[in-house]
């Protein structure tokens, strides 16, 4: 953030939970955390789930490690995709499909998502 802060980027921050650190953000000047405003964060792997715990066991099988972020990609990728195929082929409407997730069980584990 205080890079994104720094060279003025106009942009949309995302990343993953690794990037939730209180105290970081606390040490940070209220102008970056001024950049924080409307990030997206994604929470880590829920293997218990059956489609979560599919992916891991293919993704090992073929890659011979963990996926660690792969399968909050592949679900990023494959809701996008969902939302795109239904028709919502606009940056609004897709913001506005993928806001109304409750309940999605990918890769990942159990989504959610909140406006």
């Known amino acids: 953030v205080p890079q994104v802060s720094f060279h003025r980027l106009d942009t949309?921050?995302?990343?993953?939970?690794i990037w939730?650190?209180?105290e970081a953000i606390r040490q940070m000047r209220v102008r970056e955390r001024d950049y924080l405003d409307g990030a997206i964060f994604v929470s880590a792997r829920q293997e218990e789930a059956a489609a979560a715990r599919n992916f891991v066991d293919v993704y090992r099988k073929r890659f011979q490690r963990d996926p660690n972020y792969?399968?909050?990609?592949?679900?990023?990728?494959?809701?996008?995709?969902e939302g795109?195929?239904?028709?919502?082929c606009d940056r609004?409407?897709?913001s506005e499909w993928l806001a109304g997730i409750g309940y999605y069980e990918g890769a990942s584990g159990i989504i959610s998502l909140s406006s």
């Open 20 to 22: 939730y650190d209180p």
């Open 84 to 88: 795109w195929a239904q028709g919502n």
């Open 12 to 17: 949309q921050i995302l990343g993953n939970d």
């Open 70 to 81: 792969a399968a909050t990609a592949y679900d990023a990728t494959r809701m996008l995709g």
């Open 92 to 94: 609004l409407a897709l």
